[in-house]
Nanobody, 118 residues
Framework: QVQLVESGGGLVQAGGSLRLSCAAS????????MGWYRQAPGNERELVAT???????VYADSVKGRFTISRDNAKNTVYLQMNSLKPDGTAFYYC????????????WGQGTQVTVSS
């Protein structure tokens, strides 16, 4: 089993910054993709950013240039540095880990609330 624990959410004013962290533990294959998704009230969960164990990244267009995803493979931890936050960034942010060992496995964290006030 794999557990994901997020931290770093909170309340910030528009234009401010927050850094999210997600630590993974358990039986983790070295080749994996970790990422962040978010879900605002009434909306579907959407991709924010992902990063592979080889450090290839993908970003949603809405966060390019403002958010940076990074990871520490030795600690199985992924980070999301969020700068120039906007009120539409208010959402629950979820950490995700995907790996393929004969079949695809996907795990989610419990989520952390980010609130951006205008």
């Amino acid at each position: 089993q794999v557990q994901l624990v997020e931290s770093g959410g909170g309340l910030v004013q528009a234009g401010g910054s927050l850094r999210l962290s997600c630590a993974a533990s358990g039986s983790i294959f070295s080749m994996n993709t970790m990422g962040w998704y978010r879900q605002a009230p009434g909306n579907e969960r959407e991709l924010v950013a992902t990063i592979t164990s080889g450090s290839s990244t993908v970003y949603a267009d809405s966060v390019k240039g403002r958010f940076t995803i990074s990871r520490d493979n030795a600690k199985n931890t992924v980070y999301l540095q969020m700068n120039s936050l906007k009120p539409d960034g208010t959402a629950f942010y979820y950490c995700n880990l995907r790996m393929r060992v004969f079949k695809e496995y996907a795990y989610w964290g419990q989520g952390t609330q980010v609130t951006v006030s205008s």
